[in-house]
């Protein structure tokens, strides 16, 4: 594993659309990101921050999320995801994350990775099968 410097910072942006948007107010209008994409996204956005930075036989793997959700996003509206390295002890990764839209703050928190060596991982779960 390469080393992973404090700061590291990447962005993931998305255009909020129904497939990532809640439908169950019951109203077209009310239609915004959904809280689990949000997350998901928060979550690719710390995993191709520090992806790069990988062996190629490492990837990462989410083991915490700690995340608020500020403010709604409506469907049409962009969204810029945005993780911030802020800790790193051996494997164990930890991010500060934001998502901003085009007027605001509408999520923060935290979200931990652990650096996993691919090949051992498949290993793992190849066992745990049997």
């Known amino acids: 594993?390469?080393?992973?410097?404090v700061g590291t910072t990447g962005q993931l942006p998305l255009l909020v659309t129904p497939e990532v948007a809640i439908d169950?107010?019951?109203?077209e209008e009310a239609r915004v990101?959904?809280?689990?994409?949000?997350?998901?996204?928060?979550e690719w956005a710390s995993r191709n921050t520090i992806?790069?930075?990988?062996?190629?036989?490492?990837?990462?793997?989410?083991?915490?999320?700690?995340?608020?959700?500020?403010?709604?996003?409506?469907?049409?509206?962009?969204?810029t995801f945005t993780a911030t390295v802020i800790e790193v002890a051996d494997r164990r990764v930890v991010f500060r994350v934001?998502?901003?839209?085009?007027?605001?703050?509408?999520?923060?928190?935290?979200?931990?990775?652990?650096?996993?060596?691919?090949p051992k991982f498949v290993a793992r779960l190849a066992a745990k099968r049997t």
């Open 1 to 5: 594993m390469n080393d992973i410097p």
């Open 98 to 118: 934001e998502a901003r839209d085009e007027k605001e703050l509408v999520g923060e928190g935290t979200h931990e990775r652990f650096v996993i060596n691919i």
């Open 33 to 42: 990101l959904s809280t689990p994409h949000m997350i998901a996204y928060m």
């Open 51 to 79: 992806k790069h930075l990988l062996d190629e036989n490492e990837d990462s793997v989410g083991t915490t999320v700690n995340i608020r959700h500020l403010g709604a996003t409506p469907v049409g509206m962009s969204v």
């Open 24 to 27: 169950f107010l019951g109203h």
